[in-house]
């Protein structure tokens, strides 16, 4: 399931050559914004396939939410010279998870670039939490339980959360795209849903090459890097507690995209014992 409108105007590239005569980036045309622990790793390999498209060489660069960019006149240079363009690139553009979450990330991107192309992929926020926490756990950044750690939260305020931490802000999807949709036109916007792509990921990498411009790529691999390994499962009582804080977001992102998100609500699982005789 994804939301897109192809724009009427081309892509908008400014190059100039080396020595070589490989044209050199100096437009970023499109970035993958987020959201954290819903497949970005994984669109960024299908695209590291096309020789049409110029990635960067380090996914951690993180330009635009980097403080220290901006304290003056942003040297965009940086970015530029972060780019190894093939001799056939068309378009180039940036992979880093981050930018949906920091709001001054995307004004940023906004202001560089008023007619970016913005890809985003959500995941049933229950879930994308707990592979945050997970992540987090066993890098031995995360001491609490997962409930715990969604009240630590609620207890900092939503939205005053720390970088590493803020597993229900990130998970809050409705703000984060109202934000998005405030700086860009809808119809440079394409937002996928993570189930829809990781059952079958190809016909939306074919939607995400058109939607940036270039053709098609046949010969695909699907890489399957940064498949969380869970030291266990999320239980019952987990997913009733993350799905109460999440519901009313659910159902203003259901509104907002027009999508169905039945699938990322709670159900309390069916009980296999015979109601008593009466």
Aim: net charge positive.
């Amino acid at each position: 399931m994804l939301v897109s409108r192809q724009p009427k105007s081309g892509n908008c590239l400014e190059v100039q050559s080396d020595f070589l005569g490989r044209r050199k980036v100096n437009q970023v045309d499109f970035v993958v914004a987020g959201v954290q622990k819903a497949g970005t790793t994984a669109i960024h390999d299908f695209l590291a396939q096309h020789p049409e498209v110029a990635l960067l060489r380090d996914q951690a660069l993180h330009f635009f939410d980097k403080e220290e960019h901006f304290r003056s006149a942003p040297d965009y240079g940086i970015l530029y010279r972060n780019f190894k363009p093939g001799r056939r690139w068309r378009v180039a553009g940036e992979v880093t998870a981050d930018y949906l979450y920091y709001p001054r990330a995307l004004e940023r991107i906004a202001a560089y670039n008023p007619r970016m192309k913005i890809i985003i992929s959500v995941r049933n926020p229950t879930e994308r939490a707990f592979s945050q926490w997970n992540m987090r756990g066993e890098k031995n950044q995360e001491p609490l339980e997962f409930i715990d750690a969604l009240k630590r939260d609620q207890e900092i305020g939503i939205w005053h959360g720390p970088r590493g931490n803020a597993y229900i802000a990130r998970s809050l999807y409705a703000p984060l795209l109202e934000r998005v949709f405030k700086l860009f036109l809808r119809e440079q916007v394409l937002v996928i849903k993570h189930e829809t792509f990781r059952a079958n990921p190809f016909p939306i990498v074919d939607h995400i090459f058109n939607f940036i411009g270039v053709a098609k790529k046949t010969g695909l691999k699907n890489k399957q890097r940064n498949v969380g390994s869970y030291s266990r499962k999320l239980t019952t009582a987990e997913r009733e507690f993350a799905g109460g804080i999440f519901a009313q977001d659910i159902a203003k992102t259901e509104a907002l995209l027009g999508w169905d998100c039945s699938d990322w609500r709670f159900k309390p699982p069916v009980s296999n014992v015979a109601p008593a005789p009466l």
